[in-house]
């Protein structure tokens, strides 16, 4: 399960979920050797401080999607930003066209009155401070994310063909509307899933925990692999070998994992943007955790309510 099974469903749920989505090309980056460093570095105290081998997992995967990330969070809230404005943007050129303005013209009274974000209107400066020193579009490398190049791509060759007229404008911004509307309708049909990625890892950690202790209470026997090792956090007060629970619990790390790299790419249309990653292996480690402090003499408490045998009388 862990090694293969896991793995390969991760991977199958990944490659769904993008070829559900609309067609993309982000250039987002993250910093791969920082994220490398940081995880190795603290899988290795982690595991001199003796800890579980699904904390040592946990806690490298944290600190290396986090490094890795940082870069590729501010660049898709950036780009993002961007998208958001792009439609507005290019009604309101639509607009001004319609009035007899040239798209330079146009672009330099929406980066001073567009009711845009700030980086975008930051942006939108920037582009006309190039074209009042005489660039044109199409020299400039505008964009910061895949339709927003893709935008000022096209304006730049309706400007170098001598282009300009009102239809062509409607043109290029019914085809920006559509594709936000898409990725939009896409975004939301996921939200049920994303709570899923949050919620199924922290569910499962508590079914090994309620599974260890029935078998606890039925008195079920061991299989035969007798140890005295507690490397599980749920292994000190059950019957089964330890090492059987030490597998769930790394299960339920790469359960984590692979649910929130789903998860993002289902929301942000990358796989790169790991935060979710970090925040689901926070919260699956806190419940492995909580079960390793409080789960024996809970187990012991609530099932000492109930008679020796009682249960199995029932049976």
Known sequence: MNALVIPLLGMVMIMQIRSMQPKSAELFSGNATLGIVAGAVTGVVIAIAKAPIWAVIASAAIAGTLAYSLDVFIQKRVADEEEASLASFMRNITEYRKSGYTLPRAIEKLSKEGMYDESFRNELKGISAKLNLGFRLSDMQIGKSWIGRQLFFLLGQIEDTGGGKVREFETVYRFIER??????????????????????????????????????????????????????????YTSIPPQLFTAADVMVVLAAIFMSLSSSIAMDFTIKNMWRVALVL????????????????????LFSIVPSGGLLSLI
């Open 282 to 301: 926070i919260l699956a480690s806190a419940t492995l955790f909580g079960i390793s402090l409080i789960g024996p003499e809970l187990a012991k408490h």
């Open 179 to 236: 594709y936000t509307f898409a990725k939009k309708k896409t975004k939301s049909t996921m939200k049920v899933y994303q709570m899923l990625t949050v919620f199924t890892p922290i569910g499962l950690a508590i079914l090994i925990f309620m599974m260890s202790a029935m078998f606890t209470y039925l008195k079920m026997p061991s299989f035969g692999i007798g140890s005295s090792l507690t490397s599980s956090p749920l292994s000190s």
